[in-house]
């Protein structure tokens, strides 16, 4: 079974610009959760889709927005970036949604905004 | 609030020697999942190893197995026989079902392990 993927694998943007980023789910799984990782800040939670609702959203401004499909496949987008979006962006999915089911993360977005 | 620490910032050990990583955990819901996942340099988070609250051992993935200590809120995770391949950074997780954090895993600062031929 294929793993959890994520496209693009690299990116660099301008200052002000926006991105899309995607996650494709390991089949079956309905759950795609979004994790920003940075060094100064390490991992955190952006927000969890699960059939193409959200159900959590972490502490980040309203310029970090997601949406999932329904082959449960998600985007989340960032507007107006700033120097302080460059992360590596973590997509992780499961089988449902919450509980304590286990998450399989993809290999990451490395976003470097300049 | 969930809390997870990981106190060991780095680690080292002896090839084919074990190696025992800390991690201690705070939550008020009684049903959670505690995670270990391995980090190497390429960003990929790998996961290594689950434990859920009302377990009754402790779980054991191939050399990889968590010392469960639910009294004490601790979930160390146990490498045996360390490989080279295992030098990367190693992150503790948990996650429950209960209010705010529904559905998120709250990580641990990470602990890096390097492995010496």
């Known amino acids: 079974k294929a793993g959890v993927t994520q496209t693009p694998r690299y990116l660099i943007k301008t200052r002000g610009q926006q991105v899309t980023l995607s996650c494709s789910p390991i089949s079956g799984h309905r759950s795609v959760s979004w994790y920003q990782q940075t060094p100064g800040q390490g991992l955190q939670f952006l927000f969890e889709?699960?059939?193409?609702?959200?159900?959590n959203k972490g502490n980040f401004p309203g310029r970090f927005s997601g949406r999932q499909f329904s082959n449960s496949r998600s985007e989340m987008n960032v507007s107006t970036l700033e120097l302080g979006d460059s992360a590596l962006y973590l997509c992780?999915?499961?089988?449902?949604?919450?509980?304590?089911?286990?998450?399989?993360f993809g290999p990451g977005t490395r976003l470097t905004v300049t | 609030a969930q809390k997870i620490t990981q106190t060991q910032p780095g680690m080292f050990v002896q090839e084919k020697e074990a190696v025992t990583l800390d991690c201690t955990y705070d939550?008020?819901?009684?049903?959670?999942?505690l995670f270990w996942y391995k980090q190497p340099s390429s960003g990929e988070m790998i996961f290594l190893i689950y434990?859920?609250?009302?377990?009754?051992q402790n779980a054991t993935e191939g050399r990889y197995s968590l010392n469960f200590q639910k009294a004490r809120k601790s979930a160390n995770l146990v490498i045996s026989a360390s490989q080279l391949g295992d030098s990367a950074m190693y992150f503790c997780?948990?996650?429950?079902?209960?209010?705010?954090?529904?559905?998120?895993?709250?990580f641990g600062q990470g602990t890096i392990l390097t492995v010496h031929p």
């Open positions: 889709y699960f059939s193409e609702t959200q159900r």
């Open positions: 992780a999915s499961s089988l449902a949604s919450g509980g304590t089911l286990k998450q399989y």
């Open positions: 939550t008020s819901d009684p049903s959670y999942g």
């Open positions: 434990q859920g609250s009302y377990d009754q």
């Open positions: 997780a948990m996650r429950d079902g209960g209010g705010t954090s529904y559905g998120k895993l709250t």
